[in-house]
């Protein structure tokens, strides 16, 4: 177990750097995490069984012990029955709610204190300075140590994770108490440092966290909590949760949430999000309230523009300049915050060094953001002293800061006058708070601590948006309606605009146009928050991807891209054009050998199971690790041992009476009882935790094979772990056999015909024709979270696709290189005979398969290649 | 041509009476479709070869000929390249804001002239009173009868219509011109009469067929609009846009449509539908500012609430009760207005009655309604002067209607007076006009004219509302609120939440909220909506379906079910319970005589192509149109004419050399030549008209087989067409075949083997395990839009499942009867050798099979039954 360890902690570091690359082969990960199961169960059982020991003492002891199995039966019964969708998400509402509040109190505490302690040292600048710097510096120090030792995915936004999740591959770790508890403090000191770093997206994170959590705590009362699929609809309503939670705005949460995770959203959840995220603004809004925060409920950042004429048509053109730029300023912040990354990345000297000092980055950047937003120094130019939440807030303001370009005429409320600085007027103070806020965000992004970038750029938004309806307020100053009637610009009106487009643009979300809705209030200017953001998210989406599609290309997590709109080549590529022709597959009447070998070729992670070599029919899928215990049985130790045993046995009864000739086959039965006991025993323990990376539509990779059970031929297959060496039992007697004993016997055995009985076999992996559009494929794919699809024709395999193929042809023909395109007229030439629409073969092929049966040959990939064209 | 007459007229009738019933046998429809279709091809071509030759001429005139096509061409470039989604969706956007603004305009001056004689004639009530209840019936009948002739289609809602299509079912009569037109002239009259009756269903069905229509048109310049999938994203994107001109709400429209018409939705089609509707509200709002009817863009019933204090936390449980209370009253209206439908339907006498005189049931219904309404009459005590928009901008006015229960007190603004009658007092107003209303608007709905119940039923939500809201303010004339400061209760505010969570349960939607959020301008009051219409759907999705899914229902639309909300039942109910274990298949090596058989045997629409009878391996599967032009084909009386030219040649020949033995195989080879032309030609010419009843993945279904060609043997699978029988031309020469010969020669010709060559195979037909649980068959069904799944066993073929079936399951393990369910612990007792979640089968199966494939044996359906328990 030691090497193990260490694999482990290597896995940490690359994971705990900046953006940690998800490096590591699926293939090895599921092996190590099925070997670490299988310890960890046997030690659970160990447990188990003492506890249960115990019990039977107290039993003993038990006064009236009937009456308590009965309660406990009744009390079962009544949470199974109760345990239903409804109280669930109750559960997950409140208790998000107080986590949120909690947090948020927490939070403000910290920035209080940093306030007070900068206010009570105004004396001495430099003392102010070392405690305005020093106290991020520590909180972010101990956020980003904390989250590194307990738990380092909980680092970053969570977003993409919970993305690649909802896509349905597992990522274990996200989903853990640790995670939970990391993400959770880690998040709150970062928040409480001052920096430009936002909740939401984490929170999206804690809330599934939460509901995995909760989950698998009901499922402790069994019931209906141990379905997969519906563990994977509450994760999605518990994305809905934490936005809505974290911004009491949740009708925003759960679209917000639904554009950022899903591919295609199942209508019946809807209600589910909608429930559990209208419960937790409910509750999190009520705490305030009761707190006498508020008075009653409202909006967080409530607006008061006037209602009856909210803008004049003619100042459309400003906003819609607002949602163009902003769609230029997200693809911006998005690239720039991907180039941090890979330049801190290729910088190998930089790299090793920060991979060292683990703490000296986050502390750095914080030292360098602070410094610069120190109130007396940069900080008087750009607002420093507000918080987010006190800057979103003035900048939202419904009065106009800047009449005719005079800052004299400035209302002095709440933090507004921060704005306002005696040598420079109020534009250039946004412009230098936009400027360096931009990049400050991008940076502090990359900083690894459980943060969000879409709270800074809301603010950034804002700002920008702010500036434009200042500038309109000093070039219209008694507004542009021509009819009598004098309406004044609103220039909160363009910051909600701003902010809305902004974050739009970062996020590839229209939904923020309805979270900027709830967190004012007001919806009066719906018309031109939703230009803004629907302009905004057309120039981002052309220019780049989303933030958290560029997080996860960073962090290469397993996902499926997005096929980008209006390609209409993606309607020409067809699967047969990027599909895998060399199929692993297995053949029904194959001997072990021909299995080794198969297993020996390559690293997939399932087969094929066709009828022959020749027919090529396909009959199912088999998983790499069911043809491992295959071959593990065969060759395993215990079937050697068994044979020694039966050869002692009949040589013996040949010495006695000299007639053996059943014992062929009574070995035979013997083997097929034992095999029986090879397939996981179903007990009534809490279930097995699932392999760290798996599809959740497939049977658990559990292999019911150990290291020691591998003679001479596995050891190729299976990696040695040496650790386990030593301990080897041997309950059927001495192995007596010598090396080159074993060998002939393995040669004889691998000479035998598989037997496929007890082998889990899918029967129906998806199949695809080779006609099929690269658009549907996709479709496909992303509907039925797909992993791969064998490609056939007419029954017979032809071919295979897997999410790798289709990831570089969705990428390559986007960028029309690293694919090979199929001809440009091939798909007319081949609509001579058939329309364009249908994916229909002819059965031509079917008929030179039939008649070439009767010609044994070997399968060659080029060979259906020639045939298809 | 006559009974193909007939039979569209009684179809016709069918469905314009009520809710026409959904009847009609797919197979049937579509075999007249292609009839019909055949001739029209015909038609066109011939009058496409005249325009041809005249341009022909043209061009022989031509001055410049090659000039112009130069230009054409670059036209075509041009346009194709521009033609992309953005452009669609706003020139669909612009087309329906224009088309809503009209109609919107043709309503109002509709209603203003009925006013207007109703104000002319107070002289004399009686005249008065003829005037009141003439205008609506003469509309409502004109309306019903200009339906009726047009489009009968067009009657109705048109949604759940669009769900059905969005579900994949072509219903092709439904996205026509005709429709069009008959929905948008019929929609303006129903609501120029002032009925209790909706735009917004209609609205989304207008705005699909504007968008088929577009898409029509744009494909005559080619490109990526004859696509079929990209047409379906499209009418999703519609019948946002639908929602969103209707009411200038784009996000609610959005919203609303996904809920409406959606099972499994595309993330990625999200922003086409904000796109398109807001720039479809935004064109809707503009006009309105141009046409001097407001000053700026604003909601359309614009609220005046106070922003600062919107409601107090102890109201909250007035507004749960107003949820709850709506989700009954929602259920109650959904089973009301099914009630009305069915009852007419079952009185046979009044049935046959209604149907003679068509325009009477809509006439009478009228004439009830409108004289309940009569304002010096009965309308006097509910408000009845006021139009559907009057009253619903008086109930949610800002002011308090009655304090402490004095309607003196009554403020005399703009139509609120109406409300107030001398002897009753507000409440007594508001019950009845909330009672009569209600029975009025199911009632009104079932006119057979294009109506929707969203509008009435918000209104009646609205005063139900109000009701409560002035109960409040009569309970506490000062508010609730407790901390000094005085705080009236708003009954506007309830009237707001009323009218969401009213229309929420008897759509069963959430996004009313939105709706009415983007309707009124505030957000104030976002919590006790989204409170109530949460509570609202919990009720009446427990009660009653959806009016959208009762209408499905009463029209028999083939449409799957939802799920309920958890069922758990759902997860243990597998695919081998309900598969029809009797599948119909060909195989691959059968007789056309088999083939014949198994065509006559039932009405599949298409066939399992297994490899052998007792192998069953599925290799694909056959559409049964494809099965009937092989057949057709190889008895057709063209094979039939060849055959005897052959044989007149052939005995020429022996006559002259006394030499034939070749002629077999040419008579063979000629055939095949022959059969590549009866594959549809691929013309430029526009494409043929799609099939009535035709899932959109499948190729066409045109049958090239006229009932000329059909011999004996065919007469009794093709429908005789007695009008064209006798317009037989003979290019081949004489058929002197007698009747018995006839015979002869086609026994001979069905023993003989098919050839599955140029015969269109859907090669990877979709295929389930039997294991596969009825929640996850659902999902897929619903995701990829499936019509039938076959159940396969390791590539062997056990069963069929189809839409019917899985409806059955459905609705029958909501009701727990009608369908045979597996025993209760029979899926505990299969999960002891695999774990409970996987899907596999074991390959005892294969086994049994290989050993059983030595025995030639008829596939029985009671085998694998027994086997696989």
């Not at 106290?135 to 738990?151: C, E, K, R, W």
């Not at 290291?707 to 040695?720: M, T, Y």
């Amino acid at each position: 177990m030691a090497g193990d360890g260490t694999d482990q902690r290597a896995l940490q570091y690359e994971q705990t750097l900046m953006y940690g690359r998800y490096t590591q082969e699926l293939g090895v990960y599921a092996r190590e995490e099925a070997a670490r199961l299988r310890e960890e169960r046997g030690f659970k059982r160990s447990i188990s069984e003492r506890t249960r020991s115990l019990e039977l003492l107290q039993y003993d002891q038990g006064r009236c012990a009937k009456c308590r199995i009965c309660i406990l039966q009744c009390q079962k019964l009544l949470i199974s029955r109760i345990g239903e969708d409804w109280i669930f998400l109750i559960l997950l509402g409140l208790v998000m709610a107080l986590v949120s509040w909690a947090m948020d109190f927490c939070i403000a505490v910290c920035l209080q204190a940093q306030k007070w302690m900068y206010g009570g040292l105004e004396s001495n600048i430099f003392l102010q300075y070392l405690a305005w710097v020093t106290y991020p510096v520590v909180l972010i120090s101990f956020s980003a140590g904390f989250t590194h030792i307990v738990a380092p995915q909980a680092a970053g936004s969570g977003i993409p994770e919970m993305k690649t999740i909802l896509r349905g591959v597992v990522l274990k770790e996200y989903l853990t108490l640790k995670t939970f508890v990391a993400k959770v403090v880690g998040l709150t000191c970062a928040l409480g440092s001052g920096m430009p770093l936002g909740k939401e997206g984490p929170f999206v994170h804690v809330a599934s966290l939460c509901a995995a959590l909760l989950s698998k705590f009901m499922s402790l009362f069994g019931g209906i909590y141990e379905n997969k699929s519906r563990n994977i609809e509450m994760l999605a309503a518990a994305c809905a949760v934490g936005v809505g939670c974290c911004f009491a705005a949740p009708i925003g949460g759960v679209l917000f949430s639904i554009e950022v995770t899903s591919t295609f959203f199942a209508v019946r959840n809807y209600w589910r999000g909608f429930f559990a995220a209208t419960f937790s603004a409910f509750i999190f809004r009520v705490l305030a309230v009761w707190n006498r925060d508020e008075e009653t409920i409202t909006a967080l950042f409530k607006t008061r523009f006037r209602l009856d004429f909210p803008f004049d048509l003619q100042e459309l053109p400003a906003f819609a300049v607002i949602g163009i730029a902003s769609g230029f300023g997200g693809a911006l912040f998005v690239y720039l915050n991907r180039l941090i990354v890979q330049f801190i990345r290729k910088q190998k000297t930089i790299n090793k060094f920060l991979m060292k000092k683990r703490l000296l980055y986050p502390a750095l950047v914080t030292l360098l953001i602070s410094t610069l937003t120190f109130p007396p120094g940069f900080g008087q130019f750009m607002a420093g002293k507000l918080t987010q939440k006190e800057s979103l807030v003035t900048l939202l303001d419904n009065r106009t800061w800047a009449k005719q370009g005079i800052a004299e005429e400035f209302d002095y409320i709440g933090h507004s006058h921060e704005w306002k600085h005696p040598q420079l007027n109020v534009f250039i103070t946004l412009v230098i708070f936009i400027v360096m806020k931009f990049w400050m965000s991008a940076l502090a992004t990359t900083i690894p601590v459980p943060c969000g970038a879409f709270m800074p750029v809301f603010v950034i938004g804002a700002a920008f948006g702010r500036l434009v309806g200042e500038s309109m307020a000093a070039w219209f100053p008694d507004g542009i309606h021509s009819d009598g009637m004098i309406y004044h610009i609103v220039p909160g009106g363009y910051a909600v605009v701003g902010a809305a487009a902004l974050s739009g643009a970062v996020t590839h979300t229209v939904s923020t146009a309805v979270i900027v809705f709830e967190l004012t209030g007001q919806i009066s200017h719906i018309l031109p928050i939703m230009i803004a953001v629907i302009l905004a998210n057309a120039v981002a989406q052309s220019l780049q991807p989303s933030i958290y599609d560029s997080i996860i290309r960073i962090k290469k997590l397993p996902y499926l891209p997005e096929l980008g709109w209006g390609h209409q080549e993606k309607y020409n590529i067809r699967v047969e054009d990027i599909m895998v022709r060399d199929v692993g597959y297995v053949t029904l009447n194959c001997t072990y050998r021909q299995l080794h070998d198969a297993l020996m070729s390559g690293h997939l992670k399932t087969f094929a199971l066709v009828e022959s070599a020749e027919s090529m029919i396909l009959l199912g899928s088999i998983e790499r690790s069911q043809l491992q215990a295959l071959l593990t049985q065969q060759l395993g130790r215990q079937r050697r041992l068994e044979f020694l045993r039966e050869r002692a046995l009949s040589e013996k009864k040949q010495v006695n009476e000299d007639g053996g000739q059943k014992i062929n086959q009574e070995v035979r039965f013997q083997i097929s009882t034992e095999e029986s006991s090879f397939s996981p025993p179903r007990t009534l323990s809490p279930k097995p935790l699932k392999p760290a990376l798996k599809r959740p539509s497939e049977r658990s990779t559990e292999i019911p094979t150990s290291p020691q059970d591998s003679g001479i031929a596995l050891k190729n297959l299976f990696c040695a772990h040496p650790g386990t060496e030593g301990m080897e039992e041997e309950p059927y007697g001495e192995d007596d056999m010598t090396m080159r004993e074993i060998a002939e016997w393995e040669e004889q055995q691998l000479d035998e015909q598989v037997n496929f009985n007890n082998c889990k076999i899918d029967p129906a992996p998806f199949q695809l024709v080779e006609r099929t559009s690269l658009h549907k494929t996709h479709t496909i794919f992303s509907l039925l979270g797909l992993d791969h699809a064998y490609v056939t024709s007419i029954g017979r395999l032809i071919g295979v696709v897997s999410l790798k193929e289709l990831r570089k042809a969705i990428e390559g023909s986007v960028t029309v290189k690293g694919v090979k395109v199929r001809p440009p007229l091939a798909s007319f030439r081949d609509s001579g005979t058939s329309s364009s629409e249908t994916e229909a073969t002819e059965i031509h092929k079917l008929w030179d398969l039939h008649t070439s049966l009767s010609i044994p040959r070997e399968h060659h990939p080029s060979d259906s290649d020639d045939k298809s064209h």
